[in-house]
């Protein structure tokens, strides 16, 4: 009976240690400009902020993607809120990934990470 419960305890913390989420730092983009986004290939001659390209493209249809080490994920929930917040920005993203997908629990700000193409210099 006392194994079978540490059996069971084990199986147990073996299934929450699986679930676990990963944190990855790395840029919410959208599935149409993926890694780059073209500044302005794709929205005729205006030059964009990676946010606003971002928020352009998925309105015009496209998914967020993260992009992190060179790798485009997926994004499972594509109403999470702080995706639109975050759009074009670094950040560091919490999640479950399943083969190329994640499925986000919390995005914030990747500290210490300067990022000049999150800024679009006023003139
Ligand atoms: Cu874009």
């Given at each position: 009976?006392?194994?079978?419960?540490?059996?069971l305890?084990?199986?147990?913390?073996?299934?929450?240690?699986?679930?676990?989420?990963?944190?990855?730092?790395?840029?919410?983009?959208?599935?149409?400009?993926?890694?780059?986004?073209?500044?302005?290939?794709?929205?005729?001659?205006?030059?964009?902020?990676?946010?606003?390209?971002?928020?352009?493209?998925?309105?015009?249809?496209?998914?967020?993607?993260?992009?992190?080490?060179?790798?485009?994920?997926?994004?499972?929930?594509?109403?999470?809120?702080?995706?639109?917040?975050?759009?074009?920005?670094?950040?560091?993203?919490?999640?479950?990934?399943?083969?190329?997908?994640?499925?986000?629990?919390?995005?914030?700000?990747?500290?210490?990470?300067?990022?000049?193409?999150q800024?679009?210099?006023?003139?």
């Amino acid at each position: 009976m006392k194994t079978m419960f540490f059996g069971l305890v084990l199986a147990l913390g073996l299934m929450t240690a699986a679930a676990a989420d990963r944190t990855w730092t790395g840029k919410i983009s959208d599935s149409m400009c993926g890694a780059k986004h073209k500044m302005g290939a794709e929205h005729g001659a205006t030059a964009m902020s990676d946010h606003d390209c971002t928020l352009a493209c998925v309105k015009n249809g496209a998914k967020f993607v993260f992009v992190s080490s060179g790798k485009i994920y997926k994004i499972e929930n594509q109403d999470f809120a702080s995706l639109t917040e975050h759009a074009g920005h670094t950040v560091q993203l919490k999640g479950f990934l399943k083969s190329d997908t994640i499925t986000v629990s919390s995005i914030e700000t990747a500290l210490g990470i300067y990022d000049l193409t999150q800024y679009t210099p006023k003139a």
